[in-house]
């Protein structure tokens, strides 16, 4: 029979090769650890309170409180996979004991492991199924909770009924296409609407929507959005890929999209509102704000998801000006490298 004991604080399972933006984020933008110098990372590191523990690159801290998450309107860290909201250490004597001691708790787990990867996966088996293959685009996500757990050795796992991700570990995975994309950036958007329809519980993109695709070059974006059927209008400095080119649904135009006022881009596209307002574009990310500002104010854009790009380090009040913007959600995504994704329901 498994024991369960509960435990204070929080886990927070990092973005693979990320743990220093993690940790930094906790200590800038929380107020939870300290400051460091190093020679190593721009001058400056950071490091967890003394309390914390790194399994993998599942970091707990047992003294984080719940006015951290308060201090930040109750979000959680961006650069979190899945947080361990309300986590239980689970002491057991078998594989059995182990997955039922998950299933009395709740239905949907999903393993994070750094060890004892075999004996991981015979506890899983135990579970019930849940999807844990890469994904076909356009996928649905079950917006159902999704537990998280990993062994700490081999009598002993750290688990959270409660975390902020339905998807298993906080990851999403997507069936690649290495031949007919232009680019690699194909894979943030087909994530960024997946997350957008869990959210918001909008359709897709699809056949007659109209779509204005800031710095759209060299079309990675815009080939996902012409696949599921909509017209776009690409605006950037360099043509997209030839094929977008010649697409007589794809309107290009090379301009700086972002001095393009909403009522020139909805006569171009001869709608009263575009659908989606879309941006990948590499500027800084105080112009962004500006520019989504004024969409906003339009009320030109039904949906808008954007990147925003860190230029050097991150300014967390800015971030905080992005997550008051109403109806909206900020992601660190799975395809994302240095920066953010904001999606917004205006």
């Known amino acids: 029979m498994a024991k369960i004991e509960e435990l204070t604080g929080c886990a927070f399972l990092a973005f693979p090769k990320m743990k220093n933006l993690l940790t930094s984020e906790l200590a800038q933008r929380f107020g939870y650890g300290k400051i460091i110098e190093s020679a190593t990372i721009g001058g400056m ?40 909201v309300n986590p239980v250490l689970i002491r057991f004597d078998s594989i059995g004991d182990a997955a039922l001691a998950l299933k009395n708790i709740q239905r949907n787990w999903a393993g994070y492991q750094f060890q004892l990867f075999r004996r991981a996966s015979l506890i899983q088996e135990k579970l019930p199924y849940i999807n844990l293959k890469t994904r076909k685009f356009p996928a649905e996500i079950p917006n159902t909770p999704m ?41 943030k958007i087909q994530e960024s609407l997946t997350l957008y329809h869990t959210f918001f519980g909008v359709d897709f993109p699809k056949e007659g929507d109209k779509c204005f695709e800031a710095g759209a070059c060299p079309g990675g974006w815009t080939w996902v959005l012409r696949q599921l059927g909509a017209d776009v209008l690409a605006v950037d400095r360099a043509e997209l890929a030839p094929e977008l080119m010649a697409d007589e649904h794809v309107k290009f135009m090379a301009h700086d999209a972002f001095t393009l006022k909403p009522d020139e881009v909805c006569k171009i596209l001869d709608c009263e509102k575009i659908d989606w307002l879309l941006s990948d574009v590499i500027c800084y990310p105080e112009r962004l704000f500006e520019w989504i500002k004024m969409w906003r104010e339009s009320g030109r854009a039904k949906n808008i998801i954007c990147t925003i790009k860190m230029q050097g380090a991150i300014d967390w009040p800015l971030i905080a000006e992005f997550a008051k913007i109403p109806n909206s959600k900020i992601v660190h995504l799975n395809y994302n490298k240095h920066e953010l994704t904001i999606m917004i329901k205006n």
Request: charged letters at 20%; hydrophobic letters at 35%.
């Open 45 to 84: 590191s950071f490091t967890p309170h003394g309390g914390s523990s790194w399994f993998g690159d599942l970091l707990y801290c047992p003294d984080f409180k719940a006015e951290y998450f308060e201090k930040n309107d109750g979000s959680l860290p961006y650069w979190a996979m899945s947080v361990m």
């Open 147 to 187: 537990g998280l757990y990993t062994l700490l050795d081999e009598k002993t796992m750290i688990a959270s009924a409660v975390t902020n991700s339905p998807l298993p570990m906080g990851n999403i995975q997507f069936e690649e296409d290495h031949e007919n994309p232009p680019s690699r950036a194909y894979l």
